[in-house]
């Protein structure tokens, strides 16, 4: 509970046995979390088994992609009444004592949003090199200029699954997704910038993943891949009007 309104957490997993246990635990215990739920996307291994044993709800849902995850985990929330829905990742790379710093900021806006490119909050060992980074700040400055006016928004990451949102935010921002694919995390910012709504981004603290493997970011040919899909969804999204 964060001044009078309930606080649940939405973690897509897929195939997260090595992390998922300790990221629940972490946001179970933080004080202003109400309740966590894990969206098992068709996982191979003991991810659901773990979730629930550390205290998580867990969804089952069979539309693969971490957008298809997340849309499931936010929907089953609000239907749970939850007043803002929080969205991290389920290797570890997101600490859960970031959450007040988010939750303070999302009492002047619609929608907070992490960013992982502030390179003095970037630890050892963390998936973010020179390369990452900058690619991120780029395509966060397209999308800057793509709605500039009138919002005049302040981004430097297009792709931290860190971020903070009222339920109704949620419900005006969701018919307008569709993506399926790491690209949902940069329509749901294109959604709420088209609705008018406003956005702050802040700087969380961004670590390495504590075990498993990325699926999104690992390597030259997924992080091309994933930028690329994400730019074509900025563009397609900008010229929709
Ligand atoms: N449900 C679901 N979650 C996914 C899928 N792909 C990635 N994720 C989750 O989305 C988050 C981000 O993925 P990750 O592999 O860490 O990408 P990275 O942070 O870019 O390296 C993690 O919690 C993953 O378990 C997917 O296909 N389905
Ligand atoms: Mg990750």
């Not at 009222?166 to 307008?176: L, N």
């Amino acid at each position: 509970m964060f001044n009078q309104h309930t606080v649940h957490v939405v973690i897509p997993a897929y195939n997260e046995e090595a992390t998922i246990a300790e990221v629940v635990t972490d946001f179970r215990a933080e004080e202003f979390v109400d309740s966590v739920v894990v969206v098992d996307n068709n996982c191979k291994d003991q991810t659901n088994p773990l979730a629930r044993n550390a205290g998580a709800d867990v969804i089952q849902e069979s539309a693969p992609g971490y957008g298809c995850a997340i849309r499931a985990g936010l929907d089953y929330a609000a239907g749970k009444g939850a007043d803002i829905l929080v969205i991290v990742e389920a290797d570890g790379s997101f600490r859960a004592s970031d959450l007040p710093k988010l939750l303070h900021y999302l009492s002047d806006c619609r929608m907070v949003l992490g960013t992982r490119t502030t390179r003095q909050m970037v630890q050892q060992g963390a998936n973010m090199d020179k390369l990452l980074r900058w690619g991120n700040v780029t395509m966060a400055k397209l999308l800057e200029l793509c709605w500039y006016l009138p919002h005049e928004p302040r981004l430097t990451d297009v792709g931290c699954t860190y971020r903070a949102l009222w339920r109704d935010t949620w419900a005006t921002i969701k018919p307008g997704t569709t993506e399926a694919g790491p690209s949902f995390s940069p329509e749901m910012i294109c959604e709420a910038y088209r609705r008018g709504l406003r956005v702050i981004e802040i700087p969380v603290a961004y670590g390495a993943r504590l075990g498993g493997e990325s699926k999104h970011s690992d390597g030259f040919t997924k992080v091309a891949k994933t930028a690329t899909g994400m730019f074509k969804t900025i563009m397609r999204k900008r010229l929709r009007g």
